[in-house]
């Protein structure tokens, strides 16, 4: 998710110049991209918080729905770079994804197994996603 949001910083003057971001929206954009990173990493905590499966589905939302929009917008961003050229770099792009999907929970069954409980990995994701949005900020 950090990547993802990331991204939107430097991209934001190409789109203040080729689609005619004014500053002001372009103020309402940055603001509106850092309560998402905000809502993603407190969502993580809600199953910590809340006992039960409306939690976790609640957290699956916010946060999966994060994801595919990064994912959208990283593949139509590739378009626009890299031109005849994008398959090249979305290729490269979907194992990038896929590695933090492979390398985050090999982490967590880590931290699971020598803490003794799942709410000490959504409390060390959630920090850090909370560390990333005040950096990027």
Same mark, same amino acid.
């Given at each position: 998710?950090?990547?993802?949001?990331?991204?939107?910083? !430097?991209?934001? !003057?190409?789109? /203040?110049?080729?689609?005619?971001?004014? #500053? %002001?929206?372009?103020?309402?954009?940055? +603001? +509106?991209?850092?309560?998402?990173?905000?809502?993603? %990493?407190? $969502?993580?905590?809600? !199953?910590?918080?809340? $006992?039960? #499966? %409306? *939690?976790?589905? #609640?957290? *699956?939302?916010?946060?999966?729905?994060?994801?595919?929009?990064?994912?959208?917008?990283?593949? /139509?961003?590739?378009?626009?770079?890299?031109?005849?050229?994008?398959?090249?770099?979305?290729?490269?792009?979907?194992?990038?994804? %896929?590695?933090? /999907?492979?390398?985050? !929970?090999?982490?967590? +069954?880590?931290?699971?197994?020598? $803490?003794?409980?799942? +709410?000490?990995?959504?409390? #060390?994701?959630?920090?850090?996603?909370?560390?990333? *949005?005040?950096?990027?900020?």
């Amino acid at each position: 998710m950090g990547i993802g949001r990331f991204a939107f910083t !430097p991209i934001l !003057p190409m789109m /203040q110049e080729d689609a005619g971001v004014s #500053i %002001a929206m372009g103020g309402w954009l940055a +603001s +509106s991209n850092y309560l998402g990173y905000l809502l993603g %990493a407190l $969502s993580v905590m809600w !199953p910590v918080v809340w $006992s039960g #499966i %409306a *939690a976790i589905m #609640i957290a *699956a939302l916010f946060v999966g729905g994060t994801f595919m929009v990064i994912t959208m917008v990283g593949m /139509q961003e590739a378009r626009d770079v890299a031109g005849t050229h994008a398959t090249g770099l979305m290729a490269a792009l979907t194992p990038a994804f %896929a590695l933090g /999907q492979i390398v985050g !929970p090999v982490i967590v +069954s880590y931290v699971v197994a020598a $803490s003794g409980s799942f +709410s000490v990995a959504l409390m #060390i994701a959630s920090a850090v996603l909370v560390v990333s *949005a005040y950096e990027l900020s």
